[in-house]
């Protein structure tokens, strides 16, 4: 089994459509999973050519944040709601709601920053009913959806009971880590967890306190490369994290798209970076009013 894991997108549709491309045009894929992501891409006449067919299955796993920052919700949920095999919740998604629902607490609604409530207002007019229904029927959900068998598990956030969307421990964010680790895997169905929320890829074990070991690649912008990074040293008898990049508001400083591919026979897992055309993205974000500050996190990737 082939997992495409698809983290962060906040509404960027020219990144979401791009990486859709890159992953069907250099990964192996089951002629069911290709032609759902060549019908996906075909209203943005993009056409897409398969590196190779293969018989094992791949599943599509959104990671939560689908809409929020970026100006194209409506296309992105639409997107995801035809090709995930798998949503989870994100953050912005439950604020999107607890903003049209007057539920927000106080410590979310003042401790918000960066315009997310301003983003997300002008996201809501975007999207459609079917979609306003589609997210909605997420936030409602599980905030962990497991695969029993692989024991793989799939979350916005750290995995845990804490109604918080609680980010893990890195260099930059120490402030978390105490709070990250007690309550960190009081879920015992999984041994390996994706995430998202953070928007850098990393990966962290029990044996390190999970504090993340950053994986990042040097930007090159006529490049497209990829980091592998193999499992198998990680999966002992504890469980590990693993944190997917964001498709569509990087912050490590490389403004290009990222996802990730897990293999779970192999146990290897592929960050893969793909530049994508920033400045229609841009336009849209400046014409559509949403707030400045937000263009030059997408070009900085910061």
């Known amino acids: 089994m082939n997992y495409l894991l698809l983290a962060d997108i906040h509404s960027n549709l020219e990144a979401l459509v791009t990486s859709l491309k890159d992953f069907s045009e250099n990964f192996s894929l089951d002629e069911k999973t290709f032609s759902k992501i060549h019908n996906s891409l075909k209203p943005y006449n993009i ?71 301003e983003a997300l207002a002008l996201n809501y007019k975007d999207l459609s009913q079917v979609n306003i229904d589609f997210l909605r029927n997420m936030v409602d959900a599980p905030r ?28 930059k964010s ?10 960190l895997l009081t879920f015992r169905d999984a041994q390996t967890y994706f995430m998202g929320h953070a928007h850098v ?35 002992k008898k504890n469980s590990e994290l693993v944190l997917v990049p964001s498709i569509g508001q990087p912050r490590d400083g490389d403004n290009r798209s990222g996802y990730a591919v897990y293999d779970s026979k192999t146990k290897d897992l592929i960050f893969r970076r793909v530049p994508y055309d920033i400045m229609v993205s841009v336009k849209k974000l400046v014409y559509s009013g949403y707030p400045k500050h937000l263009v030059m996190r997408l070009v900085h990737g910061t």
């Open 47 to 117: 056409d897409i050519t398969p590196k190779q067919f293969s018989k094992d299955e791949t599943k599509i796993v959104s990671l939560g944040d689908i809409v929020g920052y970026g100006p194209d919700a409506n296309d992105c949920t639409s997107i995801i709601r035809e090709l995930a095999d798998l949503s989870v919740v994100g953050n912005h998604e439950h604020y999107l709601f607890g903003q049209q629902d007057n539920t927000l607490t106080l410590s979310e609604r003042f401790g918000l920053n960066g315009g997310v409530l």
């Open 144 to 171: 962990v959806i497991y695969d029993k068998d692989l024991q793989l598990g799939f979350s916005h956030a750290i995995p845990s009971k804490s109604k918080d969307f609680l980010y893990p421990a890195t260099d």
């Open 174 to 183: 120490e402030i978390f880590r105490k709070n990250s680790v007690e309550k």
């Open 201 to 235: 890829s990393g990966i962290s074990s029990k044996k390190s306190d999970y504090l993340v070991e950053l994986v990042k690649n040097t930007f090159n912008k006529d490049d497209i490369s990829a980091s592998t990074i193999s499992l198998k040293k990680y999966l």
